[in-house]
């Protein structure tokens, strides 16, 4: 079952539990990492109005540390949410199954860059835990079989090699 991408929203709650605050640019720029698996420019774009601040200054930031990434890793990039609903909902069994049929590590890429797995917290749709994010297509009530179904037919079967 998919639902529609709830990213930008808890990007959006995130930035106003910060109270919109320039301050908090690295926390915002670290959440938005996290939910979508890299800093792209139109993300960068949305936080530097949402703050107020000018591009140059979120892009001087966030390219100063080495902690955040501005290319999409992969091809393919899946993302299961690990937050607590979703953990509680069994998200765990999803990644190893993910990790073991597609000889991919979290937070890496396969060696033929075609999928990238990455990790995030939660993304504000517990109602439908657990989520597994599959280039940016939300898995809602996901189940291993379901979320493998889906990536072999995106990717044409598993078994990469691990980087
Ligand atoms: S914990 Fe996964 S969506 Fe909230």
């Known amino acids: 079952m998919t639902t529609q991408d709830p990213r930008l929203e808890a990007l959006d709650k995130s930035i106003e539990e910060h109270g919109r605050r320039p301050s908090a640019l690295l926390e915002v720029?670290?959440?938005?990492?996290?939910?979508y698996g890299f800093l792209e420019r139109d993300i960068l774009i949305h936080i530097s109005k949402a703050l107020n601040l000018p591009p140059s200054r979120t892009y001087g930031a966030a390219t100063f540390y080495n902690l955040f990434r501005f290319r999409k890793p992969g091809e393919h990039v899946v993302t299961p949410c690990l937050g607590t609903a979703c953990y509680v909902k069994g998200v765990e069994e999803i990644v190893s199954a993910i990790e073991e049929e597609f000889c991919v590590e979290r937070g890496q890429s396969t060696a033929d860059g075609r999928l990238s797995l990455f990790?995030?917290?939660?993304?504000?749709?517990?109602?439908m835990a657990p989520n597994v994010v599959l280039d940016g297509e939300v898995?809602?009530?996901?189940?291993?079989?379901?979320?493998?179904?889906?990536?072999?037919?995106?990717?044409?079967?598993?078994?990469g090699e691990r980087v």
């Open 119 to 127: 990790v995030t917290r939660c993304i504000g749709a517990c109602a």
């Open 139 to 159: 898995i809602g009530k996901a189940t291993k079989e379901a979320v493998l179904e889906r990536m072999r037919r995106s990717l044409g079967g598993g078994n």
């Open 29 to 35: 720029l670290q959440r938005a990492q996290d939910l």
